[in-house]
Structure formats: structure tokens, C-alpha cells
């Protein structure tokens, strides 16, 4: 079979493959991005909601995402695209919560949240929602996130693409082995080979399967999540930010025409990764009933929706045991590195590129919160305090 051959090869072109192969060539490397399906983000990354924050509970998670916000806000001068190109927004993120109980809770999270260096997220009382988000229900207590932004997944990862320019990328092109050579590493697919120096493995949700050869048993959880767009012209849904109901991790965002609501994964199942992705009879009605307490007038517009105008997607997200992505070189294995575990890759594929890039070029130093070795060492705690319905 034919093959090629460029310093870094990048397996999977989701929205962390392109950014690594965007980083690494700012890095000097030429790359190529082989991808199975017959386009590059169309898998995990188009399922996204897009939305963007800094408040994390924990710290490498900050730093990510504060690095990756501003490279947003700067988008102009760093990828050449116009914010609007990415349809990005800055409304804030709201967490809400009906119950009176939960007011002690929210301000000790805030506490812990700032901190971390988190110093855009007020605490609001229930007349300070009553007055800015006329939306809100029952809500009595809540936490006001004010770098909270939004995007357009498809859009990021084609600002991501469209900027490439020492990258070829090979499509239909499913990865079946990766071996050491004598001078690096060969990628054999379905369609040919690659031989490179180096290989990056961002498979997203398959990437257990291509790391386990190399005696990696990833600590990652893959588990499904769903969105469904529900039409609506109420005008403070419009202009409303982020809206999370803190009791169970329900949210929502609008968007062109209407909303986009979701539900949260917090439990423990992990499932084998798929093609696409089966969403339950249920779940909106469980979406529906989840949100209600802290957005009614959107509940009812969703019940009350022709079924036929409502559109479902849906997406495997991967979780490593302590919410941090992988990114760094795989141990034992010179030359074989992992971008995986992301969970919240669209708003993180700025940092994570970059601190791909600078792991493979050997700029990292020697700290890197996001390496394998916080496994070994021990040193990856569980954490409940990223994810909505856990407080994030
Ligand atoms: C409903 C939902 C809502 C979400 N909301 C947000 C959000 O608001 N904000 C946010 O930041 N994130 C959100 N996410 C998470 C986000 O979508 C993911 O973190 C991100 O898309 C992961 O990107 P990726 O490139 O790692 O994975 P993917 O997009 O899955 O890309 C991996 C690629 O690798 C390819 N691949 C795999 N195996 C092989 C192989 N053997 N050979 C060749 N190619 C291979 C796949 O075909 C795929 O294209 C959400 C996800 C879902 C499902």
C-alpha cells in the first residue's frame, strides 16, 4: 500500500486533533491528521452546546480554560477569523437553584472558586434574579458567572482547519496499527500508510481502544450526552446566558431560532464508543421535568412543541477520573503521545493544542498537570466539583 510521511502524525480530526495539528505546526512540525469518517469534526465535536467557562473546581482546569478563553476573545489576531466568524458570545453562565438550602452551599463554591483565581462569578440572591433574569421560575439562589461564552463547535473546528497550511489530511482513513520503526513510528490504514517521528493519538472516544496496545488502560469514562433543539422566540430565552439548574445539572443555551437543551452525566457508567449515537425515548421529557424549577415558560414551550420540529444529537464524552484532560507522552513509548479525556474540548482545544505542541517539541517543562503521570503517582483525585450537577 502507498505511504507518506511527515514529522507528527495526529490520529482523529475532531476539534483536539486539528488544534494539535495547528499548534504543532506553529511548533515547526509538518503533520498529517488521519480521520475514519468522511470529514474532519463530525464526530463528537458537532454535538456540542459550545459553551465556554473558567469556573472549574479545579486548578489545572483553570488554567486551561482561562488560557483557552483568552485565546477566544483574541481570535482575530491569533487564527485570522473574526469572532462573529465563530459565533462568539460573551452572555455569562447562570447556575440556578430552587432550593432555599442550597444558598450556604453556593456561596462556600464560590468561595472555593475564587480561590482558585476564578474572579469573574458573583453570588446573586433571589431579587437580584427576580430583576435580571425574568426567566427563571422558582429560582431563589444562584452564582453569576461572567466569563461564560458561547461558540459554534463546527465553526471552531473549521477556524481551526482552514488555518492549516504544512498539514495533509487524509480522510477515510481508519487507523488499524501503530508500530515503532527504526526511526520513529509507521500509522498503517485502511488506505496506506504514514511514517513520522511522532504520533499523537486524539481519537476522542476511541482512544482506549488505540492506546491499550501500549499497555495504557486509560481511567477514562466514555458516556453518551444529548442535546435537542427546541424552537423558541420567547425574547428573554434570546438573550439569556448559559441557564444550569445546579439540583441535577440540567442546562440550556439559545441559538439561532430557539435553544438547545441538555442534561448532565455525573454517574459512573462508561460504554463502548460508536459510529453514532442512539438518544433515549425519555430523555426529553426527563430534560424537561430537569429544567422546569429553574426555567418554566422553556419547559412549556418544549411540551408544547410539534415533536417534528425538534432536533436530537448526541455525542460519547470521555472523563478521566479527575475531569482533566490527557496531554502528554505516553510512558515507555518514546516518540507516542495522547490529546484525550476531553470532556469539555471545544472550549479547551486552544490549551490543549498548545500544551500538546509544547510536549512533543519539549517546551513544556517539567510540570505538566495534565501528563500521564499523575496516575502513577497517585495524584489524580476524584473530583464533583467541574461538572453542573456537581457544582461546576
Ligand atoms: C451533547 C454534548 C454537549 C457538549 N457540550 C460541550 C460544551 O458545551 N463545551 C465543550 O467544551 N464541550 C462540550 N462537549 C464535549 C465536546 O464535544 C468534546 O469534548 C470534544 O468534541 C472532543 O473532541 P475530540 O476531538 O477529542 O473528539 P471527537 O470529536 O470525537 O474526535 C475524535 C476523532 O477521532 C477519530 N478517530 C477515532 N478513532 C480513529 C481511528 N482508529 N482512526 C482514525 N480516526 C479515528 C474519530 O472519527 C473522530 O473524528 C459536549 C459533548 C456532547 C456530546
Redesign the pocket.
Known amino acids: 500500500m502507498a505511504g507518506t510521511s511527515s514529522d507528527v502524525v495526529v ?7 486539528v488544534s494539535s495539528a495547528w499548534w504543532l505546526e506553529q511548533a515547526g512540525y509538518s503533520v498529517t491528521i ?4 468522511h470529514s474532519l ?5 458537532p ?6 467557562r473558567t469556573q472549574y473546581g479545579t486548578p489545572s482546569l483553570v488554567a486551561l480554560a482561562q488560557e483557552s478563553l483568552e485565546f477566544y476573545r483574541d481570535i482575530d489576531a491569533r487564527l485570522g477569523v473574526k469572532p462573529s466568524d465563530i459565533e462568539f458570545a460573551n452572555p455569562g453562565y447562570v447556575y440556578l437553584s430552587d432550593r432555599a438550602d442550597d444558598v450556604d452551599r453556593l456561596a462556600e463554591a464560590l468561595t472555593m472558586y475564587q480561590g482558585l483565581g476564578v474572579t469573574s462569578s458573583e453570588l446573586l440572591d433571589e431579587a437580584d434574579i427576580r430583576r435580571r433574569f425574568p426567566f427563571a421560575g422558582d429560582s431563589v439562589a444562584g452564582i453569576f458567572h461572567r466569563d461564560g461564552s458561547f461558540v459554534n ?1 463546527a465553526l471552531v473546528t473549521g477556524a481551526w482547519a482552514g488555518r492549516l497550511s504544512n498539514t495533509t489530511v487524509l480522510l477515510d ?3 488499524n496499527a501503530i508500530e515503532p520503526t527504526s526511526s520513529g513510528w509507521r500509522v498503517s490504514t485502511d488506505r496506506g500508510h504514514v511514517d513520522a517521528d511522532a504520533v499523537v493519538v ?5 482512544a482506549a481502544q ?1 492506546l491499550s496496545p501500549f499497555g495504557v488502560d486509560l481511567p477514562v469514562r466514555v458516556t453518551p ?3 435537542v433543539f427546541i424552537p423558541d422566540d420567547d425574547p428573554d430565552h434570546k438573550v439569556a446566558p448559559l441557564v444550569i439548574n445546579v439540583v441535577n445539572g440540567s442546562y440550556w443555551r439559545p441559538v439561532p431560532g430557539g435553544v438547545w437543551l ?1 442534561t448532565a452525566n455525573v454517574d459512573d457508567r462508561t460504554v463502548e464508543p460508536q459510529e453514532s449515537v442512539e438518544v433515549p425515548d425519555d430523555f426529553l421529557a426527563t430534560a424537561i421535568e430537569e429544567i422546569r424549577p429553574v426555567s418554566p415558560r422553556l419547559a412549556a414551550t418544549a411540551e408544547a412543541a410539534d415533536p417534528a420540529s425538534l432536533t436530537y ?3 460519547f ?1 470521555s472523563y478521566p477520573i479527575d475531569d482533566v484532560p490527557i496531554i502528554g507522552a505516553v510512558p515507555g513509548h518514546e516518540g507516542l503521545f495522547a490529546n ?1 479525556g ?7 482545544s486552544p490549551a490543549s493544542g498548545r500544551l500538546l505542541a509544547d510536549v512533543v517539541a519539549g517546551t513544556s517543562g517539567t510540570e505538566n498537570p495534565c501528563g500521564f503521570d499523575r496516575f502513577t503517582a497517585g495524584t489524580a483525585k476524584r473530583s464533583s466539583t467541574n461538572k453542573f450537577g456537581g457544582w461546576g
Open positions: 490520529i482523529g480530526g475532531g476539534v483536539i486533533g488521519v480521520e475514519r469518517r469534526g463530525s464526530l463528537t465535536t454535538n456540542a452546546l459550545g459553551t465556554i463547535p482513513s481508519g487507523v486524539a481519537a476522542g472516544p476511541y488505540l450526552r444529548y442535546r441538555s444529537a448526541g455525542g464524552q484525550v476531553h470532556w469539555a474540548g471545544i472550549m479547551l
